[in-house]
């Protein structure tokens, strides 16, 4: 009797249940952020992020809006929160192997349960387990988009010419923007190598400043920019009052849809006239 009981109890509902298409560019987002091994898998109801730390200094972010999934189910309003290690959750939905189409099914069950991955092609069902973590918190840089002390929006395939003429043995490459040019400059071994980009060439679709900006960060933070640069169609460049560099990627999906990637920074010295309050 108690085991017929048992069974005429109803299964809970998932928390929360995705569903997308074509998962290829998803994976490709991830890839921009495996400079870590492990991510935040934040899940709202606006979307979802993958969420990427590292020692506090850099932060990496996937951001895929609902509308980008033919299916997006949650069982509450709150955001749900929790970790998984990067690496297995890349192998799961490129299970069929690259730049082969899936369609992906994310399915979150509770707190202490498995991320169970679905990836379906031609009739052929992948099943994935990935065992979760109580999550850290997520830095919070305090960025205000609003108002950034510069803003830069240019054509990413010239900043990842810059970044191949700088001399990598320097340890730090600093950000000069004025109102008249965005400067990449790098100090080491071959000497100073500045890279201008002036505000009215063709590389460059907007440049705001008021004053001159100029912050220096570590090389081999920003080293890991780079892959991103090799997917986006747009990228934008901005750096607050306090140095904190945002740098924003916009993937354009095959039906025009967006994924965006956003990698945050904090510099080393600041020798900008913002530090001294200039407005």
Same mark, same amino acid.
């Given at each position: 009797?108690?085991?017929?009981?048992?069974?005429?109890?109803?299964?809970?509902?998932? $928390?929360?249940?995705l569903?997308?298409?074509?998962?290829?560019?998803?994976? @490709?987002?991830?890839?921009?952020?495996? *400079?870590?091994?492990?991510?935040?898998?934040?899940?709202?109801?606006?979307?979802?992020?993958?969420v990427?730390?590292? =020692?506090?200094?850099?932060?990496?972010? %996937?951001?895929?809006?609902r509308?980008?999934? %033919?299916?997006?189910?949650?069982?509450r #309003?709150? #955001?749900?929160?929790?970790?998984?290690?990067?690496?297995v *959750?890349?192998?799961?939905?490129?299970?069929?192997? @690259?730049?082969?189409?899936?369609?992906?099914?994310?399915?979150?069950?509770?707190?202490?349960?498995?991320?169970?991955?679905?990836?379906?092609?031609?009739?052929?069902?992948?099943?994935?387990?990935?065992?979760t973590?109580?999550?850290?918190?997520?830095?919070?840089?305090?960025?205000?988009?609003?108002s950034?002390?510069?803003r830069?929006?240019?054509?990413?395939e $010239?900043?990842?010419?810059a970044?191949?003429?700088?001399? =990598?043995?320097?340890?730090?490459?600093? *950000? $000069?923007?004025?109102?008249?040019?965005?400067?990449?400059? /790098?100090?080491?071994?071959?000497?100073?190598? !500045?890279?201008?980009?002036? %505000?009215?060439?063709? =590389? $460059?679709e !907007?440049?705001?400043?008021?004053?001159?900006?100029?912050?220096?960060?570590?090389?081999?933070?920003?080293?890991?920019?780079?892959?991103?640069?090799?997917?986006c169609?747009?990228?934008?460049?901005?750096?607050?009052?306090?140095g904190?560099?945002?740098? !924003?990627?916009?993937?354009?999906?095959?039906?025009? @849809?967006?994924?965006?990637?956003?990698?945050?920074?904090?510099?080393?010295?600041? @020798?900008?006239?913002?530090?001294?309050? /200039?407005?």
């Amino acid at each position: 009797m108690a085991s017929a009981m048992r069974q005429n109890v109803p299964e809970r509902p998932p $928390m929360a249940v995705l569903k997308m298409i074509d998962s290829r560019h998803f994976y @490709t987002a991830l890839k921009a952020l495996e *400079f870590h091994e492990k991510c935040l898998v934040d899940i709202s109801k606006s979307g979802l992020r993958i969420v990427v730390n590292d =020692q506090n200094c850099i932060q990496g972010i %996937a951001y895929l809006n609902r509308e980008l999934f %033919a299916e997006y189910f949650l069982i509450r #309003d709150e #955001d749900i929160i929790f970790g998984i290690p990067l690496y297995v *959750f890349m192998e799961s939905i490129n299970a069929f192997g @690259t730049g082969v189409m899936g369609m992906l099914k994310l399915i979150y069950d509770g707190p202490g349960l498995p991320f169970k991955i679905m990836l379906e092609r031609d009739g052929v069902v992948l099943r994935s387990l990935i065992d979760t973590r109580n999550p850290e918190e997520i830095l919070d840089f305090d960025f205000n988009p609003i108002s950034p002390a510069a803003r830069v929006i240019m054509k990413p395939e $010239m900043l990842q010419e810059a970044f191949r003429e700088l001399d =990598q043995s320097s340890l730090s490459v600093e *950000f $000069m923007i004025n109102p008249f040019s965005l400067n990449i400059i /790098t100090k080491g071994d071959l000497g100073v190598i !500045q890279v201008e980009f002036p %505000a009215h060439s063709e =590389q $460059m679709e !907007q440049l705001d400043c008021r004053h001159k900006v100029e912050y220096s960060y570590k090389l081999c933070l920003l080293k890991r920019v780079i892959p991103s640069l090799n997917m986006c169609s747009k990228l934008s460049i901005r750096i607050d009052h306090r140095g904190i560099l945002s740098m !924003q990627f916009i993937i354009e999906r095959y039906d025009n @849809t967006l994924i965006f990637l956003e990698f945050y920074c904090i510099p080393e010295i600041p @020798t900008s006239e913002e530090e001294n309050g /200039t407005d």
